[in-house]
């Protein structure tokens, strides 16, 4: 009874029986949305996907997912993480899937949707997005997020007019695809070509050139392959898979969102990868890739100098070259003849970037759980640093006084912003970058030590303490900061001290009082009862990997 409900409502689509009988169903989750500019292509690149499916014998569906929007969702698409994760996890457990495709790019799609399907642990192939293209004002290369930084600073110090200003807007995002800095979306995506995950070389296409296409459809056929085969994601995301991602992140000089992406999608799997794992592999590997913000390239010329399996070559012993990828062979062997074009953009070991520590983890009385610095993004004066405290108690006591010519502030002093963190604000924004006061970059100030309990964009730079746990909002000493206090930054000695006494600290917790939840119903209390601390991924207390869920029952 029930399989003549399928099959008549199959027909109803348009399908003959034999258009599936005997073939594995493919379900491929597709991130595209009126309102994702990251993700216009997907609605022919899905077409492409299903031509590889139907070639190589496999019955596609197409399930569409949420989007996540980095530049429209509010208010941060790290809010909503988790739920694109739920919803990728039950959509292939509720639906009749043998293997799927996953198709996202724009910053948390990568990390929502695979932390849903490790959970359901079916054959799985990840479709990146790929970059767009070098954006382009009056000569220059512009770089998403970085440039629009540093031109805003320009312009809040008078440097361009609003008509450079309007023209570099139309000017920095002019095709199809994924940020092409190396922000979040390029770091994840490479994080997922490096975990096995990807065919080799996926990540670093940008997405309008024709051989983007082609990898989609060899996605499709692939993926059909490795049903019969039975190569299932819990094959693949190994202990081994996560460090040669890290290396890679480092060696890209990713974005430090990849430190709780990684751990979240880690820990679904099983694994206990913690800030350790980045702080050891940290002081080890060489920032490889010249690419903004810590470059000069863009994701464009990384591809034509031979994209990641290129640079994952000259990591050379860096990787455990034994992980077994999706197209069923090693990592070596993927990665065995690709060739740099241009050493320049993708460096040698022997000449890198940055020699090693492109991150690096700090603990001290204000971060006794942690918290992560980009020392290369940073100005070099600032990697040891003593200065008073300039607080702001949540985001919109910044935006209200960060530019009052009053502010008593200096190049020395140091921004606190609390609140920011993944409960207090609530979603962890990516407000760690917080804005050099107006008055300070008219003198030529172009960094300042800035911390909080918030994430910053990956196409951000600056001397930023980021990822503060405990975060304020639930306790941690970052809440007991007062103006005047100093603290010191110590990258060397990775500390971060609040200087007061232990007993000025204990009086000043006694005498504090959480703030009230933001949220009383819907998503964001669900949310709140269940979000963990950014040491620990900000995944959802009940999410991490457990006893197996039961399939749900048919009658
Ligand atoms: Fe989508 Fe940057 S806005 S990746």
Redesign the pocket.
Known sequence: MRSFGHRSRTAQMGYDAADYRGKPVIGIINTWSDI????THFKQRVEEVKRGVWSAGGFPVELPAMSL???FQKPTTMLYRNLLAMEAEELLRSYPADGAVLMG???KTTPGLLMGAAAMDLPTLFMP?GPMLRGNWGGTTLG??SDTWKYWADLRAGLITQQDWQEIENGIARSPG??MTM????TMTSAAEALGVTLPGAASIPAPDSRHSVMAAHTGRRIVEMVWDDVKLSDILTDAAFRNAITTVLAIGGSTNAIIHLIAMARRVGLRLGLDDFEELARRTPMLANIRPSGKYLMEDFFYAGGLPALLHNLGDLLDTTAVTANGRRLGENIEHARVFDDDVIRTRENPLVASDTLAVLRGNLAPDGAVIKPPAAEPRLHRHSGRAVVFENYDDMAARIDDPDLPVDENSVLVLKSAGPQGAPGMPEWGQLPIPKKLLEQGVRDMLRISDARM?G?SYGACVLHVAPESYVGGPLAFVQNGDVIELDVAARRLTLEISDDELAKRKADWQQPPPKYARGYGALYLQHIMQANDGCDFDFLEAGPPTPEPEIH
């Open positions: 994702n500019p990251c993700h929007s980095e530049p790019g724009c910053d997005a998403s997020g994924h940020c922000g979040t979306a390029s964009s196409t």
